[in-house]
């Protein structure tokens, strides 16, 4: 009550206190906020005074004024390139320009070509533009023609051009003219042994007294050098005042980099020799090689015929070879008195003396066997042959051998051995080391008594050399060519189906040609009962379903005259030249072919191998398919095939599907265009046989009519290599292949058992087979 009583007497000073502190509270952090400004401001002005005085001027400020700041220039990501080489910035050492013309280009630059391209890693050939000549006929690579015909410019034209494409890739090269025969071996030799760090301006100079290269000796300039030039080249020509480049190349040179003729290097001295203008080398040659100068020239000159080029490069070639020869008889001398005195390194000493020992076996499954052959035969050349005659180079290979240990007799023996024959022989081919061989041979001595020596031959493998291949990507549009037979109408369904799933569902660059093969007595394509309107009618759908896609499907119809009297069975193994003659006209000449049966299954990877393997102008692709055994002896349930020892084998008799370019195929074509002659209408398949009993032997009908296509590039294509590998991701469908004889002669029944053991070797494994007969004598008994 009291409270209560207090509480009523003072409401109105309870009031005022609580609003009192209420603002209080409301307003103080105001005040306060505004209070420590003023007073931190001040606070921070007196210590930044005393601190001022009390630091070291030297002492590092930070400016935290405008901070932070944006970048000037946004950092970009890093691209690797797309060689190891080109990140690291490592070059190749030498490239060779060679000075030619209109009229010396047949003759010289193709001497030259012959001789150095093969050993160096990049050469060009630089003349001027003529009317008449073709260049395209010469076969030669990196031809560049200047419209400026002015020969005094030409050398500067050539300094532009080496800038704007190869200053990154060399760090020396050579100018030269073509009529200087180049001892290359001995250039690179020299050019390797020199700092890439020295500007160089190497050659031969014009004469004692100059200081300028002379053109015909060879001109060696470094990548330094010709990076001061490309500064500079504006200069030079506006400074011409020589009708000789020699004089100008030298002054262009001598004010880029100040830098004069030298012919002597870190060591290594350049020299050249000059012969008079009408020697003859075929016969001055032989007092030539008794001059050291003539021996240790880089260059010769000048030589005014072709042959006489290839007469200097066998001389030096054999001069080389020399050198190496006693150069290895050295170093085996050395490893015969250092193992010498260490009694464990006699021991494993092996022999060739400084060759590699060989493959050591971890297992026995590692071992390799010896081959035992004959002067005709080889035996168990591999699990499936016990005896087989040899090939003509495997014959070529015994006779080198056997010609060489003959003479290693002789040379031993002088006089005392006469050769009566080879009772056997071994080999054995080690991957880690060459050839092997052990050859027992019959020899009569001077009492007329026989007498065997046994001699051991190597062949060791030489240095490896990683080959240089063309530029390819795998944006190429595969163009597939199938053909169809009547009894293909099923597998071609399948693989029409396939082709959906693989290429036209994944958008593939591909496009695919069925070439329908039509016999007389079936219906025809001007029939409603068309045998292969199935296929027509998927090949349409397929193509409307993708149109927007641009990929499609086409067919291309064949008749084949086989009611004619001059058809035969002979028409039917050389069909293949017809369909391809036929359809590559329907593409381009860099258009990529694939030729293949009905019965594959592929998938997108071997795309990309047919891509990556075929190369325009230098290499056709035959893969080796994983072909399916029988059926009716594997048992085989899944709609698949799957890469299994006892579902099939690699088919190494296979050579159906081949890749090539149109261009390459017609080349080659019309090289074999007198044995086989083209097909340009239905009507023309009757003459592909025109040739075969008459102007072609027994052994090379064989070949054609049973490799075709492959045969053709292998022998009438040598600038073409073949690839045949096996791969996995093409997979043949078994089908049995009839066997008929149609004829008595040799060549038919030579064909008929080529046809028995392609169809038994695909049949089973030797398990299965063996198991086969063994259920079917049960049978039987």
Not at 638 to 652: A, E, R, Y
Not at 688 to 710: P, V
């Amino acid at each position: 009550m009291i409270i209560l009583n207090f509480i009523r007497q003072n409401t109105y000073f309870l009031l005022g206190l609580t609003i009192g502190l209420l603002s209080s509270l409301v307003l103080i952090p105001v005040l306060e906020s505004n209070s420590n400004v003023n007073v931190l401001g001040d606070v921070n002005d007196i210590k930044q005074k005393v601190i001022k005085k009390i630091q070291d001027e030297y002492e590092p400020q930070i400016n935290l004024a405008g901070k932070p700041l944006k970048a000037q220039k946004v950092p970009q990501s890093f691209v690797r390139p797309r060689y190891f080489s080109t990140e690291l910035g490592i070059k190749q050492k030498l490239l060779v320009s060679v000075l030619s013309s209109s009229n010396s280009i047949e003759s010289n630059a193709i001497a030259i070509n012959k001789t150095v391209a093969h050993l160096s890693e990049k050469i060009i050939y630089f003349m001027d533009t003529s009317s008449k000549l073709n260049i395209s006929k010469l076969n030669m690579p990196d031809i560049v023609a200047f419209i400026d015909s002015r020969h005094i410019l030409k050398p500067f034209h050539i300094f532009k051009y080496l800038i704007d494409n190869y200053l990154q890739e060399f760090d020396y090269f050579f100018l030269v003219n073509d009529s200087s025969y180049i001892n290359f071996r001995k250039l690179y030799n020299i050019v390797s042994k020199i700092s890439v760090r020295e500007k160089l301006y190497y050659g031969e100079r014009i004469d004692q007294n100059s200081l300028f290269c002379n053109l015909n000796a060879g001109i060696v300039l470094s990548n330094s050098v010709l990076k001061l030039i490309s500064t500079n080249i504006d200069w030079c020509i506006r400074n011409i005042d020589s009708d000789s480049n020699d004089i100008n190349i030298g002054r262009c040179i001598l004010h880029s980099a100040n830098v004069q003729c030298i012919s002597d290097s870190m060591g290594q001295t350049y020299s050249s020799f000059n012969i008079l203008q009408n020697t003859n080398v075929k016969i001055e040659l032989q007092y030539l090689r008794n001059r050291t100068e003539f021996n240790n020239a880089v260059t010769i000159y000048p030589v005014i015929k072709q042959d006489y080029f290839y007469i200097l490069h066998t001389y030096f070639t054999k001069k080389g070879l020399e050198r190496d020869l006693n150069t290895i008889k050295d170093l085996r001398k050395s490893i015969e008195i250092t193992s010498s005195k260490f009694p464990n390194l006699l021991q494993n000493l092996t022999w060739p003396i400084g060759n590699q020992p060989g493959n050591t076996p971890h297992s026995r499954f590692d071992v390799l066997y010896w081959k035992y052959f004959t002067n005709t035969s080889l035996y168990l050349r591999d699990d499936f042959t016990t005896v087989a005659n040899h090939s003509k180079v495997e014959l070529q290979d015994i006779q080198l051998v056997l010609n060489s240990s003959i003479q290693f007799i002789h040379s031993k023996y002088p006089g005392n051995f006469r050769y009566e024959q080879l009772i056997s022989g071994y080999k054995k081919f080690d991957l880690s080391r060459g050839m092997d061989y052990i050859l027992d041979l019959e020899f009569r001595n001077q009492h007329n008594e026989m007498v065997q020596k046994r001699i051991q031959v190597c062949k060791p493998l030489g240095k490896i050399d990683i080959l240089k291949l063309p530029y390819v990507t795998e944006n190429s549009r595969i163009n597939m060519i199938l053909r169809v037979q009547p009894h293909d109408v099923d597998a071609t369904l399948r693989y029409l189906q396939q082709y959906r799933k693989i290429c036209m569902d994944k958008k593939e660059k591909s496009f695919l040609m069925l070439v329908l093969l039509y016999e007389p007595h079936l219906p025809g394509k001007d029939s409603k009962h068309d045998i292969y309107k199935k296929i027509k009618d998927k090949a349409l759908s397929l193509s409307k379903d993708f149109r927007r896609e641009n990929n499609k499907v086409t067919w291309l119809s064949i008749k084949l005259p086989k009611n004619s009297n001059r058809y035969t069975h002979f028409h039917d193994y050389l069909i293949n030249f017809a369909i391809l003659d036929l359809a590559v006209k329907k593409f381009s000449s860099d258009s990529l072919i694939f030729f293949t049966s009905p019965y594959t299954e592929f998938f997108n990877d071997f795309l990309n191998r047919i891509r990556m393997n075929t190369i325009q102008g230098y290499q056709v692709f035959s893969p080796l398919p994983f072909s399916e055994y029988s059926p009716n002896i594997t048992q085989r349930m899944s709609p698949s095939i799957d890469i299994n020892k006892n579902m099939g084998q690699f088919n190494v008799y296979n050579n159906e599907h081949i890749s090539f370019y149109v261009k390459d195929y017609m080349r080659a074509r019309d090289r074999i265009d007198h044995l086989i002659p083209l097909v340009h209408i239905d009507k023309d398949i009757l003459n592909l046989t025109q040739h075969i009993h008459s102007n072609i032997a027994h052994t090379e009908a064989i070949q054609i009519l049973s490799d075709n296509i492959l045969y053709m590039f292998r022998v009438h294509a040598p600038t073409l290599h073949i690839l045949k590998g096996t791969e996995p991701n093409l997979r043949l469908y078994y089908h049995h292949e009839p066997c008929e004889n149609h004829g008595r002669d040799t060549l038919s029944k030579d064909l008929y058992e080529h046809c028995i053991l392609l169809r038994n070797y695909n049949l089973g494994s030797r398990s299965q087979l063996s198991k086969s007969v063994l259920q079917y004598i049960s049978k039987i008994f």
